[in-house]
């Protein structure tokens, strides 16, 4: 978006009963006071008279002789500008006694705090002359009129139950507050029923909504991405079951508000799991590109993926943590602890095809972050790999896949870091949200010590693929087919695991009755929910949708807009 040219303001005004040289241009509104607040006490009894005539807008060298610290708030992240209730006691006591009658207005900005925490904050402005109060929130108002990325009217879908099922609650105090001093009005529906959010986006009509917002965890935002994706194909007649298929991009950006167990997604792409900073992202209009995964069975399409696709380890927590739902979040690290002593492991083949246009490596140790160039360059590189593609100008991509067959511990594959608080660095601390590309990461079979040697360092800074029994890839697609699969040809039935006969006892590893392969298959955890199907083909499509987020911001530069900020 171009900047808007306005004509540049500034003006003496008060703020906390202290005078302050205000200014305005097209990017930044600052402020600083004229008189540092140690010689407050040696001007109690001073008239004020002189700091009201300038309020007119008429500064002099006062501003240059008596600077002191300042605050500066980009026009970008001020969330909304309105005329000020007069407080009467305060309008009455000895600092305001000289004013006839006080004029003013507030702002609410964006505050950065700790570990990506953003807070919303108000700072009021005083002066006597009414004409230049509503010169000034006309100038302010008119350069967020001009902020044509927020948005104005709101879907949102909550979920009473996920998480400690405070979803309600949550929206209710937290986030529908900040909607309405923003000026946003929304339409909210509490979901009764799986896949109710789903189901509605095929029907409702999308054009009365700049965004969607789901209130919930990792699920509630599954549903949302379904019923999106699900929807634009559907509008634009394209087969989702095809897994060729390109399919077409959603304009329209989800939000998410934080409510659930794990929240990955929304840690990943905004560096915090908190409602507030979430509420305010999407009332900046912040726009994040996402990849997401297509999942397929043959000619039939499962699952849209965008953090992880996880066999082995993964699959089998998510199938005992489902179990045992009652206990809440803590359901993952009793399933934690009782998969990892089971020890098993699943045997089969993967085939994957390389990324080669992807800028960076997962092992590089460049973390996506806001702005990411590995992301824009990677994006860049896959549009003239598509272009010569379609030109014929390159070789038959069959030659390609590369194929790994064994016995492995887990198959993941990382569509963004999967960062969460449990695991600050995440399962691919490389992986990027928008390059077009997942890492697959194939753990093969190995000792407990090993295994747990591994799983450890996802909680520090170490190298969690620096194991010879781990690999790491980047892909833009990959097949997983299970022993038992290949073994029966094609079976479709057999994978399945709903289905059991006497086959499958065929399959019991006779290497060592101690080994861990007595369980002939896993399952599938795709971002949270769960999939039976075991041979499967995944393929990335890149900046398929759009969120209410701006990545993780950078240390250096919130330190460096936090001391702006004051």
Known sequence: MEPVMVPALRSVLAVSGQSCELSLDSERLAWRELRPRRDRSRRTGVCLTRVLQRARGLTDSLSRQLPSGGHSIPVSEIVSVGEAEIDETYHHSMKWEHMCKPHAFTVNYVQRVKNHRWRCKA????????????????????????????????LIYINPYGGKKKGKQIYEKKV??????????????????????????????????????CVGGDGMFSEVLHGLIGRVQKDKD?????????????????????????????????????????????????????????????KRFLKYTVSLLGYGFYGDVLKCSEKNRWLGPARYDLAGIKTFLSHHCYEGTVSFQAAKWAAGSPRDLTRCMSGCDICRQSSKQLDEHQKAQTLGSLQNEQEDWKTIKGKFM????????????????GLSPAAHLADGAADLIVVHKCSRLNFLRHLIRHTNKKDQFDFPFVEVHRVKTFQFTP?????????????????????????????????????????????????????IEMRVHSQLVKLFARGVEDSKVRQRVCSCQG
């Open 123 to 154: 700072v009021t402005f005083w002066c006597s002359d009414e004409v230049l109060c509503c010169h000034w929130l006309k100038a302010l108002n008119d350069l967020l009129d001009h902020q044509t990325c927020r948005p104005k009217h709101l």
């Open 176 to 213: 529908a507050p900040l909607f309405n001093l923003a000026g946003i009005s929304t339409d909210v529906i509490v979901t009764e029923f799986a896949n109710h959010a789903r189901d509605d986006l095929y029907e409702v009509n999308l054009e009365k909504y700049d965004g969607i917002v």
């Open 238 to 298: 394209i087969d989702h079951d095809n897994p060729e298929a390109n399919l077409s991009p959603c304009a329209i950006r989800i939000g998410i508000i934080p409510a659930g167990s794990t929240d990955c997604v929304c840690f990943a792409t905004v560096g915090i799991n908190d409602p507030v900073t979430s509420a305010l992202h999407i009332i900046l209009g912040d726009s994040q590109p996402l990849d997401v995964c297509s999942v397929h069975r043959k």
């Open 410 to 425: 887990a198959v993941n594959a990382a569509n963004m870091c999967c960062a969460c608080p449990r695991s600050p660095k």
């Open 483 to 535: 022993k038992h699969f290949e073994d029966e040809d094609g079976d479709a039935e057999s994978t399945d695991l709903r289905i059991s006969g006497k086959k499958n006892f065929a399959q019991i590893c006779t290497d060592h009755p101690s080994c861990g392969c007595n369980q002939v298959n896993s399952i599938w955890n795709c971002d949270g929910e769960t999939l039976d199907q075991t041979a």
